[in-house]
């Protein structure tokens, strides 16, 4: 968990270069993932030889097809607006303790006690840019793909009430509230959706764009 703010701080630290890792032809690469590898997808705890990533393969399969779909739904209803792009998936524990360390606060959750934790990762953040490439921490584009995230199975961290997270999004797990401590135990999440069904295919191909820090706008980040 990161939060807007969190996020700002992320990627006002982080080298573009580092964090270039495009993704090409996510459409196919999606299609290869056979109903076999969706049904026998397992995780657990990552270690710190993984490095840390925001790359969509080093999510669940689950979580990839709905990843898509999340962002092929907003592309559909929000042509114009900033475009969402995947900011981390996986999350060594090494990271999670760093990141626990830092003050002020960015996340509450100490190794092992995130979903970002596991891999594959069940669970992703995201970010926005503009057309011009500068990123967009307008609350309000968190809230638009937000409110999408039911109608992929997902839960999005900015509807809980104790802690809003708006870049994040885990499985929804029909409505019940999927927790590390499932995740530890090897619980699998309720998939109450097709994770292959066509209109899960059809994603654009921002998910994966490079971080540009140039021109970064700050716009009124939610004080989290």
Not at 105 to 119: D, F, I, Q
Not at 206 to 217: A, F, K, R, T, Y
């Amino acid at each position: 968990m990161r939060g807007i703010e969190g996020a700002v701080k992320f990627l006002e630290g982080a080298k573009p270069e580092s964090l270039d890792d495009p993704i090409a032809n996510l459409d196919d690469q999606l299609r290869k993932i056979s109903e076999q590898q969706f049904m026998m997808a397992t995780f657990t705890l990552g270690t710190n030889e993984t490095p840390s990533s925001r790359n969509l393969s080093d999510l669940h399969p689950q979580m990839q097809a709905r990843c898509l779909a999340l962002f092929a739904a907003y592309e559909e209803k929000y042509p114009a607006a900033s475009k969402p792009f995947l900011t981390q998936t996986y999350r060594n524990p090494a990271d999670q303790d760093t990141d626990f360390a830092k003050v002020p606060k960015v996340t509450n959750a100490r190794a092992g006690e995130s979903l970002h934790n596991y891999y594959p990762a069940l669970a992703f953040d995201v970010a926005f840019k503009k057309a011009d490439g500068g990123l967009d921490w307008d609350p309000g584009l968190f809230d638009h793909l937000g409110c999408l995230a039911p109608s992929v199975d997902l839960n999005w961290g900015g509807s809980w009430h104790s802690f809003h997270d708006k870049p994040h999004f885990q499985p929804a797990n029909g409505n019940v509230m999927y927790s590390w401590e499932n995740a530890r135990d090897g619980v699998e999440p309720v998939w109450t959706q097709e994770a292959g069904a066509p209109s899960m295919v059809n994603a654009p191909s921002m998910v994966n764009e490079p971080i540009v820090n140039n021109g970064v706008d700050h716009g009124n980040p939610a004080a989290i």
